[in-house]
């Protein structure tokens, strides 16, 4: 059996409304083991101090944190100390300051440290006024929080923060992309005693730091009530990570997977990739990892993934604006190590999909190519026992990324393919290199085929009440496929109803009384089952 880590999660509290105890219940309640009493943010001193008195059950970080280190304090070091050495008197648990102004005096270190090490027996001495006997006695949380960056001397920060010896080292940076994350998480396998080191990166790019510190066993991560009470940028809510990562099934054997891609916050995949696992009982966390976009960003991170099995990473879905650099990664590697790819992600030279083998190569694929054939066959084979092949031509909208993975995917079908694209060069690029007819923009509305596959954005939201081409044309189409995703709940656009999941063209293609369509979501669902199947050898399908 795994380790169970420890790593607690700590709500911080940023404001004395709604009252702080009612806050701390709500924590309490929603699994937090911790709670921060951010007084330089809350403001109200009688607030903390009535709170403080109530010797709340749940244990407190004290943290009056100056603006330098990302706090709102601008008063001077004697006023901070001082009332640190007052509300320490209530044993909160921890009091947490900046390593900068620790080292700045030899008084100031032991004002502190009288504090922090303020022992239960005092405060069980005075269990007959009221203090709670439980308590343990405060600790020491000694910081450093760079909030420009993340540092690349990481190693010697941590052992300058270990070397003060506090009860607990905290080192908190802003993470340009996932691969200042990654060096952290890094950085925190190392050490032996990690039950002791907080090591978080802020900003959207430091979320995996925050979901995998229970992983590494780090000693907390924090998360906030409501997606609004962020005491620092990045912040997950409690309930995303009980609910969004699972966090009470991390342990330090869960494999990691995410998405590469600039930007992935809005992807679907960690939350479609998440229930997966949990529905099928796999012992994973899938998590956005925000990767800056030049092809050197996507080296840089690729090659701390590679060389670092000690994250777990076992497998990466790759998007835009990466797929293209990831299959030249992978050719630039492959010199040295075992790679395979699929024929597909060869023919559309883009890979969607990265999955760690046993030997430390990799195995990459394409599969919104083979997802696109999977939707075609799930929307036309019942109709039709002949399955798509019946499709003898295509028109693909678009000359991007996802039209190449569906015109390889058609081309592997045998389907004559026309293309047609805003821009022409991109179009007859793309016909050259599959031998293939480009017909000009707009001369798109001419082009008679059995299935039209919209792989433009048009119609993405919030330009919903696009289209790439008149209703008026569609008419002639067996089947029409949309690449873009709409809601999953109907709607009115200004000029149609549609349908969940239905884009307008989508909508244009039903009235038309086209049978056959294929939504972007259905599309989007066929490539991440795809790749379940390859990380996971599941068809998640089978498992009802
Ligand atoms: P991409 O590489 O950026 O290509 C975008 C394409 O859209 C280009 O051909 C571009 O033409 C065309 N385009 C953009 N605006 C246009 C306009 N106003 N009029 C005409 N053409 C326009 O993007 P991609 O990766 O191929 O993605 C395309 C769409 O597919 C996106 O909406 C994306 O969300 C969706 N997608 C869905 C899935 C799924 O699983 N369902 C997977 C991947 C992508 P130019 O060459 O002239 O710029």
């Not at 440290?113 to 006695?137: C, F, I, K, W, Y």
Request: aromatic share 6%; glycine share 6%.
């Amino acid at each position: 059996m795994p380790a169970a880590p420890s790593t607690r999660i700590c709500v911080p509290i940023i404001a004395a409304d709604p009252p702080i105890a009612d806050q701390a219940a709500a924590a309490l309640a929603a699994g937090a083991d911790l709670i921060e009493l951010r007084v330089d943010r809350i403001g109200d001193l009688a607030a903390v101090e009535d709170f403080l008195a109530t010797k709340p059950a749940i244990p407190i970080i004290l943290t009056i944190r100056t603006r330098d280190e990302g706090g709102d304090w601008d008063g001077d070091d004697a006023d901070r100390i001082a009332l640190i050495e007052h509300l320490g008197l209530q044993n909160p648990g921890y009091i947490d300051l900046e390593l900068a102004t620790w080292r700045r005096s030899p008084n100031l270190r032991q004002k502190v440290l009288l504090v922090a090490q303020r022992h239960r027996a005092e405060s069980s001495a005075t269990t007959a006024d009221g203090m709670n006997s439980d308590r343990p006695r405060n600790q020491l949380i000694l910081s450093e929080h760079n909030l420009r960056g993340t540092p690349t001397d990481l190693a010697s920060r941590f052992a300058a923060l270990a070397a003060e010896s506090p009860s607990i080292a905290k080192i908190v940076t802003t993470a340009r992309d996932a691969a200042d994350g990654l060096r952290l998480l890094i950085e925190l396998a190392r050490h032996p005693d990690r039950d002791r080191f907080i090591a978080l990166a802020m900003g959207e790019a430091g979320i995996a730091t925050r979901v995998l510190a229970r992983k590494f066993g780090a000693f907390l991560t924090f998360a906030t009530l409501a997606p609004d009470a962020q005491s620092a940028p990045g912040q997950p809510s409690i309930a995303e990570l009980h609910e969004r990562y699972r966090w009470n099934s991390i342990d330090t054997d869960t494999a990691v997977y995410g998405i590469a891609g600039f930007p992935v916050s809005h992807s679907r995949s960690p939350d479609w990739h998440n229930r997966a696992m949990a529905h099928a009982g796999v012992n994973g966390v899938y998590v956005p990892l925000p990767v800056a976009p030049t092809y050197d960003d996507f080296a840089a991170f690729m090659s701390l993934v590679d060389a670092h099995a000690e994250l777990g990473i076992r497998g990466l879905s790759i998007t835009i604006p990466h797929k293209e650099h990831a299959f030249r990664w992978l050719a630039d590697r492959a010199k040295g190590a075992a790679i395979t790819i699929s024929p597909l992600a060869t023919r559309c030279r883009a890979v969607n999909t990265l999955a760690r083998c046993a030997d430390g190569g990799w195995f990459a694929d394409n599969t919104d190519a083979t997802g696109f054939l999977a939707a075609l066959d799930a929307a036309t084979a019942p109709a039709t026992p002949d399955g798509p092949d019946r499709f003898g031509s295509a028109l693909i909208l678009g000359a991007g990324g996802v039209a190449r993975a569906v015109i390889a995917a058609l081309r592997d079908r045998g389907i004559a393919i026309t293309i047609a694209n805003r821009t022409a060069q991109r179009a007859a690029a793309l016909a050259a290199e599959f031998s293939l007819t480009a017909v000009p923009w707009a001369q798109r509305e001419t082009v008679r085929a059995d299935l039209l596959v919209n792989c433009t954005s048009v119609g993405m939201s919030p330009n919903d009440d696009e289209t790439p081409i008149p209703a008026a044309s569609l008419r002639k189409f067996a089947a029409v496929a949309d690449t873009v995703y709409a809601p999953a709940i109907p709607r009115r656009l200004a000029s149609i109803e549609c349908l969940a999941n239905e884009t307008r063209v989508l909508a244009e293609a039903r009235t038309a009384g086209i049978a056959t369509r294929i939504t972007g979501d259905a599309l989007f669902e066929a490539q991440a089952a795809a790749q379940f199947r390859i990380w996971h050898n599941i068809d998640i399908a089978t498992l009802g």
